[in-house]
């Protein structure tokens, strides 16, 4: 049974920065682009990085590009994502899954960016 186990989200004010991590369990990461993904109610959720199976490749959205960074550790089967001078507009519930070929969700973890 695959899940993906999102954690370090929180309350962070302007500026700041978290780092998220998800763990995947039952399914090695290792061959698979991996992303995350953001939702705010009454939105789609969206991709906001991804990494190749390496990590040599990343992409962001432009709406993160230079503030997040993707990383992953294949032995550990988890996914990063570094997020710093964080807006307000960053609020929303994170959550990663294989970029593509989309798997179960896990519950995700709040980041809510307030003064």
């Known amino acids: 049974q695959v899940q993906f186990v999102e954690s370090g989200g929180g309350l962070v004010q302007p500026g700041g920065s978290l780092t998220l991590s998800c763990k995947s369990i039952?399914?090695?990461?290792?061959?698979?682009?991996m992303g995350w993904y953001r939702q705010v109610p009454g939105k789609e959720r969206e991709l906001v990085a991804s990494?190749?199976?390496?990590?040599?490749?990343?992409e962001y959205a432009d709406s993160v590009k230079g503030r997040f960074t993707v990383s992953r550790d294949n032995a550990k089967n988890m996914v990063y994502l570094q997020m710093n001078s964080l807006k307000d507009e960053d609020t929303a519930v994170y959550y990663c899954?294989?970029?593509?070929?989309?798997?179960?969700w896990g519950q995700g973890t709040q980041v809510t960016v307030s003064s």
């Open positions: 899954n294989r970029k593509n070929s989309l798997l179960p």
């Open positions: 990494s190749s199976s390496m990590g040599s490749v990343t």
């Open positions: 039952g399914f090695f990461i290792s061959t698979y682009f």
